[in-house]
């Protein structure tokens, strides 16, 4: 070891961040930055608090510039050049600047990322003296450790629902001992599982409010998860609302976007339940031709002449609710939706309650 990797050493995060780099390498085609992932999605993945106005400036504050300054004084590839913005696909101005490149020096930028390819950084991930329960909190997470927690949230919401005590630190403790993260870290993982749950219409915990830095892969393995844990399948919809929800953050005019003009299909093998037929008719004519919710009429007429009011379940049948018209209300499309996907879905809920004497809580 030279003289100047004794004075410069890498810091905790910094070392959480190589990691994550490395493990990315496999899948970087050098000069294609379309394979490179962006400052969002690394500060996702290592589910990181968002400490600055954006993404880049958040993470050069959690180990982007201790990483950088490190490879650059011990004369290793550039590999933090492997981070770039999700506009230009490029790495932020100050990248080229530590090094003394221009901002447009892509071949210098592609041979450095070639050299972080071939290099052998093993002996550089275990360089951190920080404890290991704060190095592990921003460390990526494994499959079984995910799969724990997504467990563990459903359990808490069955109980909740059957109105049985349960503490959710307690729950957390569990996993803190089992897989070696902070108790603070499984609690936010709870509420990305919340924002999930939003994101699929469904009920959240009450305390546990959705977090939505969340990664998309991420999201989408916790998709899965719920619904083995409920043992139920899903046509999976979770990655495609990421994605949109990811594109409007880009709020920059563009040209509208090709498309397809042949959108590929795809079978799935979804979970349905067998209604009863009586029961909807039933909590329709009880309408008249009003929603039940915001208590105005109907907002078209049907080809068939009726008043279109959609029948909502308010405990949901994914949720093990009955199909009883003590369980069913006939509601508008707008607020069928703001009861699935609304922030004020719990408010919404209770004033349902509040509002007709047929509903008994389930």
Known sequence: MDTQEIVIKLDGDGTTLLK?????????????PGTYPTYKSVHENLTLPQLSETYGKSLQQQGLNSLASWAKANDKPAITGLIV?????????????????????????KAQIESAKRYDWTPHLGLST??????????????????????????????????????????YERLA?????????????????????????????AGLKPAKNVG????????????EAENIQLAPSVGFDMLVRDALQNKKLKPPPSGSAQPKSSVATVTQYHRDPGVKAWVLLQAKGSCE?????????????????????????????????????????????????????????EGLFARIPRLRRE
């Open 177 to 205: 001992e089992q897989y070696g993260r902070s108790v603070k870290a499984y609690e936010y993982r709870m509420q990305n599982i919340s924002f999930v749950l939003s994101l699929m219409g469904r009920e959240w915990l």
């Open 130 to 171: 920080e404890p290991a329960s704060k190095k592990n909190d921003r460390s990526p997470w494994l499959e079984d450790e995910l799969k724990a927690a997504v467990e563990m949230y459903i359990q808490m919401l069955r109980l909740h629902r059957a109105g049985n005590p349960y503490s959710k630190k307690a729950y």
């Open 85 to 109: 913005t999700q506009e230009s696909h490029t790495p932020g101005p100050g990248f080229f600047k530590l090094y003394d490149r221009p901002n447009e020096d892509f071949l210098w930028w």
């Open 293 to 349: 919710c915001c208590e105005k009429p109907a907002p078209f007429v049907s080809a068939v002449g009726e008043p279109f009011l959609e029948v909502h379940h308010v405990k949901k049948l994914a949720e093990q609710g009955s199909d009883t018209t003590s369980n069913a209300v006939a509601l508008c499309p707008n607020c069928h939706r703001a009861l699935h996907y609304g922030s004020h879905a719990k408010d919404l809920i």
């Open 20 to 32: 994550h780099l490395v493990n990315l390498l496999p899948k970087i085609v050098p000069g294609q």
């Open 216 to 227: 998309v892969n991420v999201a989408v393995q916790i998709e899965r998860f719920i619904a």
